[in-house]
């Protein structure tokens, strides 16, 4: 059981992430396509494209659909494209979350769009270093 991975983001973030998360894993184990929104583009072409890719990602076990911004247009274009039964939609995509998504590839859509939710969120964190701390007991 392989879950497909649509990730829908502006311009090339969404390449940018799955390049870097490729260098760091070693392998993509996920089937995984990417649509990038730039200004130029036309939302219904989008609209449509996105409803291809979800389709051609979709194996019978889902597509998980990753933005990388809530009421952007590639998260208003993922949610009119996806279907509540195939597909799953998490925003606020980040390294973390993807790198958590491909460290799972046997899970299911539920399981997985579970996961990507926590890798964000836990991989969002203040950190506080030494130099920082010496400046505030000056």
């Given at each position: 059981m392989t879950v497909g991975v649509?990730?829908?983001?502006?311009?090339?973030?969404?390449?940018s992430l799955l390049d870097t998360t490729n260098d760091m894993l070693g392998s993509c184990p996920l089937q995984i396509q990417i649509l990038p929104v730039t200004r130029a583009s036309h939302p219904d072409a989008l609209r449509?494209?996105?409803?291809?890719?979800?389709?051609?990602?979709?194996?019978g076990h889902g597509v998980l659909v990753l933005t990388d911004m809530y009421g952007s247009t590639p998260s208003n274009i993922a949610c009119?494209?996806?279907d509540a039964q195939h597909a799953q939609i998490v925003t606020g995509l980040n390294l973390p979350m993807l790198i958590r998504v491909l460290n799972y590839p046997r899970l299911s859509l539920t399981?997985?769009?579970e996961k990507a939710i926590s890798g964000g969120r836990e991989g969002v964190c203040a950190c506080f270093t030494t130099m920082r701390k010496q400046d505030d007991t000056e």
């Open positions: 649509l990730i829908i983001t502006h311009d090339n973030i969404g390449s449509e494209r996105a409803r291809e890719l979800i389709h051609s990602l979709d194996t009119y494209a996806a399981e997985l769009t």
